[in-house]
């Protein structure tokens, strides 16, 4: 079974700390996707990494996938309020009709004032 | 440009009625996925269209569930009949042929009593 596990499932943390989101499996994915959905929307892309050891920073996050694309981290410096969601990540196989995106079952972060 | 466009938001319905889901994916994009998330995880996916043909739809549940793209564009997705488990987020999502991000819709909100 190609399985994505996030950890961990829940987060609540105060404003202003640093956090990191992990995403790992036993399968080697061609991509993985990181997404961020709030409460009543549907899940937004926030990066996609295609490279073994890449490290994409969009603002205050930063995003890596593992040297052996089985795994992705994605750490939040400093968090806000607005950072409150669901992240979700998703590793991207196969090609054509036969590929498949695999998603985790999330992390639920509630980042408090 | 208008975004991926789902209806109804809400619906509230008695086990063993019919209900069913409309979606509009964004002008252009060929792939358009039907996703069911429960609450706090992941989306699970339903059934992919590439144009109008359904290229996966293994995880769709055919004896309850249909799903119809008859002209490459909309697409519904009905269930006859409902059952309490069937209470979830529907979400639709487009993407352009090939790869890349998903647009997700905000999706519609089952609640079967």
């Known amino acids: 079974t190609q399985l994505l596990e996030q950890s961990p499932q829940f987060l609540s943390i105060q404003e202003g700390e640093n956090l990191t989101v992990y995403c790992n499996s036993s399968s080697v994915f061609s991509s993985l996707q990181w997404y961020r959905q709030e409460p009543g929307e549907g899940p937004v892309l926030l990066v996609t990494?295609?490279?073994g050891g890449e490290v994409k920073k969009l603002k205050r996050l930063t995003f890596q996938f593992g040297d052996a694309r089985k795994d992705s981290s994605l750490h939040i410096t400093a968090a806000q309020t607005g950072d409150t969601g669901l992240y979700l990540c998703a590793g991207g196989k196969g090609a054509g009709n036969n590929r498949k995106l695999i998603w985790g079952l999330g992390t639920s972060l509630a980042v408090n004032p | 440009e208008a975004g991926v466009v789902q209806s109804p938001r809400y619906k509230i319905i008695e086990k063993k009625q019919p209900v069913a889901f409309w979606c509009n994916p964004i002008s252009g994009h060929n792939t358009l996925y039907w996703y069911r998330q429960n609450l706090g995880q992941g989306p699970e996916l339903l059934i992919r269209y590439e144009n109008e043909e359904a290229v996966d739809d293994s995880q769709l549940p055919k004896d309850r569930f249909s799903a119809e793209r008859l002209k490459g564009v909309d697409s519904t997705l009905k269930i006859q009949p409902a059952e309490l488990g069937d209470s979830a987020v529907y979400l639709c999502?487009?993407?352009?042929?090939?790869?890349?991000?998903?647009?997700f819709g905000p999706g519609t909100r089952l609640l079967v009593l």
């Open positions: 999502a487009s993407q352009t042929l090939g790869a890349g991000a998903q647009y």
């Open positions: 990494v295609v490279t």
